[in-house]
């Protein structure tokens, strides 16, 4: 593979901003260069730098003046859910019975859940997302799918089998042993080929018996380096339902804890309506809250504060929550998240929205020294932002004076056009995305 000089104005973290002016949150360079050799990231810096580190016989992909970053990371989606976005009127439980149950049904059929998985991966890359902690459904098809088209493209993804087994249709309950030996087949096929990672996916209490907590027990246990990831106080009617199911538990948050399923590769969608003791746990466990402000809007449950848990030492990340997240881009979930924190008295600066889509939900998953940066020896997963994408940009941005200012103008008006272009492991994708979309667009207009 021939060495690639990616050249723009390069960004990336190196710690989590204290501010809007907290230029030494990152490493920022006018005119920049990221050489990738192997698909990975062998220098970082100037363009006079890094070319000549370079050497002979290496070939320049030029996107001045744009901006080069990290590729987005999305730490809680449900790819089964891909086509139920914008699904009219509900609240959370009403939602899932009337929308979402009926459209996982259709992952038993393993061309549906291949076709899907497919688009998915495309719509990912689309909108920058370079890596995705996603659920599949029920049925081992859709992980086998999940994973099988991540892999063609080379993308680093964590998913797992949603494990139900009650208060779902028939045609989406397991047992707790059948659960038990799927996740476990899956996870021996899967976990740690390539750049796969498995996550053990009870889908929340009220799915899930206490006879399949205690088979999620046992996996987490069997399998240390695997993830978990569920649901916890999304909605306030949810809240209640599961606690009625295990009334023994101190709160929602304690039914997890008594089934040994909060450390520090637990990730938690939503994670609303907690008292201090529960964000206490996560904080003490080091599991990690997931905010998701598209979806939390959306179904009307509830807004994020992002202050009680940093003030007690909880951590959190960001996500879209593809299908009640209503888009799969970072850039217009993170002008969510502002508006939210704003509603309550709390800044997102926009280098701490671009921190969190980058390095900080890296740093959640564990996953720092490999992507999330531009530091040498990382994997080359690099996205291209054009903040003159849009014709309302493009005239916003004649008044922009700073890096932040830009940023802000990304985060507020940006989605999927200000993507330039995206790299996964040192391949250019989204031109292959455009061009696969543009090719099946043909075959429909002559069909």
């Given at each position: 593979m021939n060495?690639?000089?990616?050249?723009?104005?390069?960004?990336?973290?190196?710690?989590?901003?204290?501010?809007?002016?907290?230029?030494?949150?990152?490493?920022?360079?006018?005119?920049?260069?990221v050489l990738v050799r192997e698909g990975k990231i062998a220098a970082v810096g100037s363009y006079g730098e890094v070319s000549k580190a370079a050497g002979a016989g290496h070939s320049v992909a030029d996107h001045r003046p744009n901006l080069v970053l990290p590729g987005f990371i999305d730490t809680h989606l449900h790819f089964p859910q891909t086509q139920a976005i914008a699904s009219y009127g509900a609240q959370l439980l009403e939602w899932l019975?009337?929308?979402?149950?009926?459209?996982?049904?259709?992952?038993?059929?393993?061309?549906?859940?291949?076709?899907?998985?497919?688009?998915?991966?495309?719509?990912?890359?689309?909108?920058?997302?370079?890596?995705?902690?996603?659920?599949c459904s029920v049925h081992s098809q859709s992980v086998d799918a999940y994973f099988a088209a991540a892999e063609a493209r080379g993308m680093c993804v964590i998913?797992?089998?949603?494990?139900?087994?009650?208060?779902?249709?028939?045609?989406?309950?397991?047992?707790?042993?059948?659960?038990?030996?799927?996740?476990?087949?899956?996870?021996?096929?899967?976990?740690?080929?390539?750049?796969?990672?498995?996550?053990?996916?009870?889908?929340?209490?009220?799915?899930?018996?206490?006879?399949?907590?205690?088979?999620?027990?046992?996996?987490?246990?069997?399998?240390?380096?695997?993830?978990?990831?569920?649901?916890?106080?999304?909605?306030?009617?949810?809240?209640?339902?599961?606690?009625?199911?295990?009334?023994?538990?101190?709160?929602y948050t304690d039914i997890y804890a008594r089934y040994g399923l909060l450390n520090d590769?637990?990730?938690l969608g939503h994670c609303i309506h907690m008292s201090?003791?529960?964000?206490?746990?996560?904080?003490?466990t080091g599991a990690v809250a997931v905010f998701c402000p598209t979806s939390n809007l959306f179904l009307g449950s509830g807004?994020?504060?992002?202050?009680?848990?940093?003030?007690?030492?909880?951590?959190?990340?960001?996500?879209?929550?593809?299908?009640?997240?209503?888009?799969?881009?970072?850039?217009?979930?993170?002008?969510?998240?502002?508006?939210?924190?704003?509603?309550?008295?709390?800044?997102l600066t926009p280098l701490n929205s671009f921190y969190r889509m980058t390095r900080g939900n890296a740093l959640a998953l564990g996953l720092e020294r490999s992507i999330g940066s531009l530091e040498a020896g990382s994997d080359a997963d690099i996205v291209i932002l054009d903040a003159r994408a849009k014709s309302a940009m493009e005239y916003r941005m004649h008044t922009a004076t700073s890096l932040a200012e830009e940023l802000f103008i990304l985060q507020t008006m940006g989605d999927d056009?200000?993507?330039?272009?995206?790299?996964?492991?040192?391949?250019?994708?989204?031109?292959?995305?455009?061009r696969k979309s543009a090719l099946a667009s043909r075959t429909l207009e002559t069909a």
């Open positions: 060495d690639v000089l990616i050249r723009g104005r390069v960004l990336t973290f190196v710690a989590e901003p204290n501010g809007i002016d907290d230029t030494s949150s990152c490493h920022y360079v006018e005119d920049g260069a019975n009337t929308y979402i149950f009926v459209e996982e049904q259709k992952f038993a059929r393993t061309a549906h859940a291949a076709e899907v998985a497919d688009r998915f991966m495309d719509e990912l890359l689309s909108n920058g997302t370079t890596t995705a902690v996603a659920y998913g797992g089998k949603v494990m139900m087994d009650r208060n779902a249709p028939e045609q989406l309950r397991d047992t707790p042993q059948r659960s038990y030996d799927e996740t476990k087949r899956l996870i021996a096929k899967w976990h740690g080929r390539g750049r796969a990672r498995y996550a053990i996916s009870p889908r929340f209490a009220i799915t899930s018996s206490p006879e399949q907590l205690e088979m999620s027990r046992a996996l987490v246990a069997e399998h240390p380096d695997c993830y978990v990831q569920t649901h916890l106080s999304e909605n306030r009617d949810e809240i209640a339902f599961a606690t009625s199911l295990y009334p023994r538990a101190k709160d590769r637990t990730f201090d003791r529960e964000v206490g746990a996560l904080a003490e807004l994020f504060d992002a202050a009680r848990f940093d003030k007690l030492g909880a951590r959190w990340s960001v996500a879209t929550d593809v299908g009640a997240g209503t888009s799969f881009s970072m850039l217009e979930t993170m002008d969510e998240a502002y508006k939210v924190l704003h509603l309550q008295g709390q800044r056009r200000c993507i330039d272009e995206v790299y996964v492991s040192g391949k250019p994708m989204k031109t292959k995305v455009r």
